[in-house]
């Protein structure tokens, strides 16, 4: 079965430095997102591509974060310098389209953050 | 302005007993309704959906209600197993595709 890769599955790194995090969608998929997930809360979306395309990163710390996907395929979500409250799950997800499905969307294993 | 809530963090039955998981919404416009089941450590399942025209929908122990005029949902496992024993996250399916996920709400079956 067609899964989404993530890597890596553990990061550890102290504060200020950078982080980079790496996500391989399920072939044909066309829409990912990266979402965040703190523990106790739900995941929240950082951002949404369409192809190569930014769709959604209207809550994305663009500060310190960045995410791309050049060539539409798989994407690259990085912080720096990392902060103490970036310690998180770091959830990659794609589907076939951003809209006109049901809305399911697959996801990844996710990468465990934590900033000492 | 959370758009998507579960207002119990936690929820214990009795294995074969029922487990009923609430949540609530405010927006009108999602066209969608999902529940995703998450272990520790891995990234969260799909598990059911419902479209925002219809008022049920099952898929063998799991049954989803909606309640549109109340902006309410509910989850229906029967019958429970330890084996459903996990986090459960209703989410809203925006017009743009993405997901508005809940807090989560811990199940725990007790054999």
């Known amino acids: 079965e067609a899964e989404v890769a993530q890597s890596p599955r553990y990061k550890i790194t102290e504060k200020s430095q950078a982080v980079a995090f790496w996500c391989d969608p399920i072939?044909?998929?066309?829409?990912l997102y990266w979402y965040r997930q703190i523990l106790g809360q739900g995941p929240e979306l950082l951002v949404q591509?369409?192809?190569?395309?930014?769709?959604?990163d209207s809550q994305l710390p663009k500060d310190r974060f960045s995410a791309e996907r050049l060539k539409g395929v798989d994407s690259t979500l990085k912080i720096q310098p990392a902060e103490l409250g970036d310690s998180a799950m770091y959830l990659c997800?794609?589907?076939?389209?951003?809209?006109?499905?049901?809305?399911?969307?697959?996801f990844g294993e996710g990468s465990r953050l934590t900033v000492l | 302005d959370q758009q998507v809530k579960q207002n119990s963090p936690s929820l214990s039955v009795q294995e074969g007993r029922i487990s009923i998981l609430n949540c609530d919404y405010t927006?009108?416009?999602?066209?969608?309704f999902l529940w995703y089941k998450k272990y520790p450590a891995e990234g969260p399942t799909f598990l059911i959906s419902?479209?925002?025209?219809?008022d049920k929908n099952e898929d063998g122990r799991f049954t989803v209600f909606l309640n549109k005029s109340a902006k309410h949902l509910s989850l229906h496992i029967v019958p429970s197993q330890p084996g459903d024993s996990a986090v459960y996250f209703c989410?809203?399916?925006?017009?743009?595709?993405?997901?508005?996920f809940g807090q989560g709400t811990t199940l725990q079956v007790k054999p």
């Open positions: 997800a794609s589907s076939l389209l951003g809209w006109g499905n049901t809305g399911e969307l697959f």
């Open positions: 072939s044909g998929h066309a829409t």
């Open positions: 591509f369409q192809d190569e395309s930014v769709v959604d």
């Open positions: 927006n009108s416009m999602f066209d969608y």
């Open positions: 419902i479209s925002s025209i219809k």
């Open positions: 989410a809203a399916k925006a017009d743009t595709g993405k997901l508005i």
